[in-house]
């Protein structure tokens, strides 16, 4: 019994922290001019995680435009968990929803010649998933040039303008190759 209550405690406590154990949260309220992603050219981001934020926020994926003002819950994320140099998390509404129910994370990983390789690197390559502590298993892509992570959840998935949503954000986030 003992081992089973050890079990659960632990299974709630990865839960509570995915996200990778999230971080000081801001809601971000503000006029921004989002522009469709083909109007946008990805030679006007760095780079960087910053740029990579930037760029999602500026094409609206990561912010959810209601009545001249965008929104999103923005999260600092302890991204160490994962062997990530960086990560942050956005919830927001999109498509009529009356609460958040879409989640981005995007996380920068360490490069170069003295990096750790992340298992989450791995087993994304492997099946388009990694785990947390080895308990929560969570859908992940990884961009092309292997530097950052993102994870998009959405509870309305059943959706087909929430599904084509989802996809394009895939695609470009993957596009985001920056070298």
């Known amino acids: 019994m003992k081992k089973l209550l050890i079990l659960f405690l632990a ?3 990865a839960v509570s922290s995915t996200g990778c154990f999230g971080g000081n949260s801001t809601k971000t309220e503000k006029t921004i001019d989002i522009v469709e992603p083909d109007k946008v050219s990805l030679d006007d981001y760095e ?3 910053d740029g990579l934020v930037n760029y999602f926020k500026k094409i609206g994926y990561i912010l959810c435009k209601e009545n001249g003002s965008s929104t999103a819950t923005e999260t600092d994320l302890n991204a160490e968990v994962i062997n990530a140099k960086q ?3 956005f919830q927001f509404p999109y498509n009529s929803s009356t609460s958040s129910n879409v989640t981005v994370e995007l996380y920068e990983l360490y490069t170069g010649e003295n990096a750790t390789p992340s298992d989450a690197v791995e087993q994304i390559k492997k099946n388009g998933k990694f785990d947390v502590l080895g308990i929560d298993e969570f859908e992940a892509y990884l961009s092309n040039n292997e530097k950052y992570i993102m994870i998009y959840t959405d509870t309305k998935d059943d959706d087909e303008e929430n599904k084509t949503r989802k996809e394009s954000a ?3 986030f993957k596009a985001f190759d920056r070298g």
């Open 11 to 13: 299974a709630v406590m």
């Open 47 to 49: 780079n960087t995680f």
């Open 87 to 89: 990560g942050k998390r």
């Open 170 to 172: 895939i695609e470009l």
